[in-house]
């Protein structure tokens, strides 16, 4: 690398550098960072005489922003060096092992939120900063007063600084970016990013909304006696702070890779967002007599995940038709391995969402894709343009019918009910777990079945002749035999399965089981005034109801009668506390929480998904999260499981 090339490195290092730590907004992923910045770092390890004193790789964090009032932490805080394999570990060990000699290590996630300083003294809390550049931070006390797992006094008065990060949920992460979708707000890149700007807000009250999370993992100014650090966090944990999910101790590489490895089996489950885990020499004295570079203590580093995120180019723009007939944009991308996986395309979830990103044709993207979630793109690259990018029309014609769309603004229909599309999707419902749950019927060969012209709605399934199949390749006598047993096994399927796997707009099981219950076979003659009366189900909901017996009524009947639904009869529940309440349950129960919903059903409470100012219990086991939250902040009353058990 030449020295003009070293410095143009930088001066976009530090471009990066600023989006990420100032604006929250970053232009490169976090992949492209790292490479750059080891680039950067060889160059000056070869060039120390050339080193440029405002090079990244010289300071923690970014400038501070002048909204806020700045303050000093009493003892500097610190970036944290990165590796990223188990041989760059094993180095690491080697170096800290060297200067020191042996020592015991102590292994915890490493979540990815914000940074976090809090200062307490006689008790009280007294301030919060942000990490800023490490000296110097932004003055946010106000915001993190509304973080509910930050306690605001607690039992020990020494002058002490309680460190950690400030996450949101990725639960709640979703529901924040869908309530964003729905109002046609800009939604968050990833929940570092959530977090970070909802720390820094003007107004509290939007920060409060946010439900952000404290998880504290190390100590400043402190006057603690403990020999270790993670005995020092234990007693920080007993002050009435959240501990993370997992924690250990680990003699030598071995534990270390095992402990690395089980993060990342968990990974999806863990309701942090991780990119990490840190590995910390645990003894305070070896700490101190390691030391600390310019940038980070030597004493610690984070073991990198693989990334999740990655950059990647928008070839096209397709368009899928769902089952409600729902034209949704999809991205087919340059195709990128994202932690064993390739993914070539991902959602747009719809055209408002693509004038809001000014999504084009050509752009540079970030996209995530975790776990089994579906992959999206989170932020176009605008600054990477060449100007052969192309913008993206809505569509006026289905791709798939031809027919005219209906443009709803943030949804654009096809109303053809006969769309191939919408009835391949619509079957594919039908068919799936949850709903009628027909083995061996999956997309593949609903499609099959439908091009072949053998099927053309769910009630073509039930009149399928094994001499219809026998042509099809790969369908031999077993394989047609199987699929029209689990045909035919569905007669007598309780009513509620059959309403929800029509594919009602709006209507889930949980609609599907009143409605089932209020009208039996009668739904399709049920009238607005008599829909509308259920309990919870709204005037959006009703209306979908009749716009699909009216436009279904007498295809309905037919179905009705092939299939035999099982109607179940409406039996007073006895009196009991929960009679005619609305539950919601959360967290990890004693028995599955199906098998206690049941019972409450029985009971006759009607068990809802999601917390209101109208639920009257929660009841909550091990690990409840965001839904307890709500409870408490919306005043509903809380149960664990035993108290609710001991009310019966
Ligand atoms: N995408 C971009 O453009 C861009 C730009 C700048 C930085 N970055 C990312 O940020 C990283 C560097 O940022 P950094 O200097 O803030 O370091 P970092 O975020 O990787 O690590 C240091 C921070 O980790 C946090 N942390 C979480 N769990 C912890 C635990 N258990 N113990 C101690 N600390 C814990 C602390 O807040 C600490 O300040 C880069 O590796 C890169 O991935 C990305
Ligand atoms: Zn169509």
Redesign the pocket.
């Known amino acids: 690398m030449t020295q003009e090339l070293y410095q143009e490195k930088v001066a976009l290092?530090k471009k990066?550098?600023h989006?990420?730590?100032v604006e929250d907004n970053?232009?490169?992923?976090?992949?492209?960072?790292?490479r750059l910045?080891h680039e950067v770092l060889d160059y000056e390890t070869a060039h120390p005489d050339e080193v440029a004193e405002d090079s990244?790789t010289k300071r923690?964090?970014?400038v501070i922003r002048d909204e806020f009032s700045k303050a000093k932490h009493i003892k500097r805080?610190?970036?944290?060096e990165?590796v990223f394999n188990n041989e760059e570990v094993q180095e690491w060990l080697d170096r800290v092992e060297k200067n020191i000699g042996e020592c015991e290590y102590f292994c915890?996630?490493?979540?990815?939120?914000?940074?976090?300083n809090l200062l307490y003294e006689g008790g009280k809390l007294i301030r919060a900063i942000t990490?800023g550049d490490g000296v110097i931070g932004e003055e946010v006390t106000d915001n993190v007063r509304t973080i509910r797992s930050v306690p605001l006094t607690i039992d020990y008065d020494g002058l002490i600084e309680i460190?950690?990060?400030v996450v949101i949920r990725k639960d709640d992460f979703e529901q924040i970016n869908a309530e964003r979708l729905e109002e046609g707000e800009s939604l968050f890149a990833n929940p570092r990013n959530a977090a970070a700007g909802s720390l820094r807000q003007l107004d509290s009250s939007i920060t409060a909304k946010r439900r952000l999370v404290f998880?504290p993992?190390?100590l400043g100014e402190n006057t603690l006696a403990h020999r270790k650090l993670s005995q020092k966090m234990d007693y920080v944990y007993s002050l009435g702070f959240l501990e993370?999910p997992f924690a250990q101790d680990c003699k030598g590489i071995e534990e270390i890779e095992a402990f690395y490895q089980m993060l990342i089996a968990k990974r999806d489950d863990i309701p942090m967002m991780m990119?990490?885990m840190?590995l910390?020499v645990d003894e305070v004295d070896k700490q101190e007599e390691l030391g600390y570079t310019v940038?980070?203590p030597k004493w610690?580093c984070?073991y990198?995940f693989p990334a999740i995120?990655k950059v990647t180019k928008i070839n096209a723009i397709t368009l899928q038709v769902g089952r409600t007939g729902v034209v949704t944009p999809v991205a087919e991308i340059e195709p990128v391995n994202i932690e064993g996986a390739m993914v070539s395309r991902a959602t747009l979830h719809n055209f408002d969402e693509i004038e809001r990103k000014d999504i084009h044709v050509g752009d540079s993207v970030i996209i995530i894709r975790s776990g089994d979630v579906i992959p999206k793109i989170i932020k176009v690259l605008e600054d990477r343009r060449d100007g052969s990018e192309v913008a993206v029309n809505r569509p006026t014609e289905c791709p798939t019918c031809g027919s005219e769309l209906l443009d709803e603004g943030a949804l654009i229909k096809c109303q053809n009910l006969h769309c191939s599309d919408r009835v391949i999707n619509s079957i594919i419902h039908f068919a799936r777990k949850g709903c009628m749950n027909i083995d061996g019927l999956g997309s593949k060969i609903v499609e099959l079945l439908v091009k072949e012209g053998i099927i053309k709605d769910i009630l073509d399934l039930y009149f399928i002749k094994y001499e219809d199949l026998e042509h099809l390749e790969g369908f031999k006598e077993k394989r047609i035999n199987n699929l029209l047993d689990a045909i035919q096994a569905t007669k007598g399927v309780p009513l509620y399965r059959l309403l929800n796997a029509m594919g009602i707009e709006h209507i889930g099981e949980v609609a599907s089981k009143a409605l089932a219950l209020e009208f039996g076979l009668g739904i399709v003659d049920a009238a607005y005034d008599q829909i509308i009366v259920i309990d919870g189900i709204g005037e959006e909901m009703a209306n979908s109801v009749l716009e699909f017996m009216r436009v279904n009524h007498d295809f309905v009947l037919k179905l009705f009668e092939t299939i035999q639904p099982t109607v179940e009869k409406k039996v007073e529940a006895e009196e009991n506390p929960f009679k005619g309440k609305t539950v919601v349950l959360t967290g990890t129960m004693s028995e599955s929480r199906g098998a206690i919903k049941e019972m409450l059903e029985n009971l006759g409470a009607k068990v809802s998904g999601s917390v209101s100012k109208k639920t009257d219990f929660v009841i909550y086991g091990e690990e409840a999260g965001s839904k307890l939250d709500k409870a408490e902040s919306l005043g509903v009353a809380t149960l664990t499981e035993d108290e609710m058990r001991g009310m019966l």
């Open positions: 290092l990066w550098a989006a990420y730590y970053p232009i490169a992923s976090d992949e492209e960072y790292d910045y990244p923690v964090g970014g805080m610190w970036s944290m990165d915890e996630p490493k979540f990815d939120g914000a940074s976090m990490r460190r950690g990060e998880y993992w190390g993370p990119d990490g840190v910390k940038k980070f610690m984070a990198k995120e």
